[in-house]
């Protein structure tokens, strides 16, 4: 039996050490994405919970699981809420917390009353985003040598 996931949103620079370090591991070293890709303006640490949500997972008390969402605008007066930076530790895949943080972020955000939710997929996740209803919109695109597709989820 897996140990429960624990998400609590990043509030302090001990956590955001701890998410950091995640992504690190997971997406410029793993899946070879370029750092200048990685990180952007939503990770200063005066932007974090100002721009954007991220959200840390534990387990065993050990972080294992990063997410992040933010505002965006699909179309103007449209809000919407970006899902992104899933990432789940290698050694803690296969237990559910990938689903964990997904629900986690969903959550989080329509809790701050967004009810349009967007999410750029690695396009080999799309039956994993689908299995919440959410829907391929576009065409494939490449982000960070990997291709991806737009997914939205309304309601």
Do not use: N
Not at 30 to 46: F, K, L, S, T, V
Not at 108 to 115: I, P, V
């Amino acid at each position: 039996m897996s140990a429960p996931l624990h998400v609590r949103e990043v509030t302090d620079d001990e956590a955001w050490a701890a998410a950091r370090a995640i992504r690190q591991r997971v997406f410029v070293e793993e899946q070879a994405c370029p750092p200048e890709e990685e990180w952007d303006a939503h990770d200063w640490p005066q932007d974090r919970g100002a721009s954007c949500r991220h959200l840390l997972g534990e387990a065993e008390g050990r972080a294992v699981a990063v997410a992040r969402w933010r505002p965006v605008s699909a179309e103007p007066g449209e809000p919407w809420a970006k899902l992104e930076r899933f990432a789940v530790v290698p050694e803690a895949r296969g237990h559910g917390y990938g689903r964990a943080m997904v629900e986690a972020a969903m959550g989080s955000a329509r809790a701050a009353g967004y009810t349009r939710l967007v999410l750029s997929a690695q396009e080999h996740l799309q039956d994993f985003y689908g299995a919440w209803g959410f829907e391929p919109r576009g065409e494939r695109f490449w982000e960070a040598g990997i291709p991806h597709v737009k997914m939205t989820l309304e309601g």
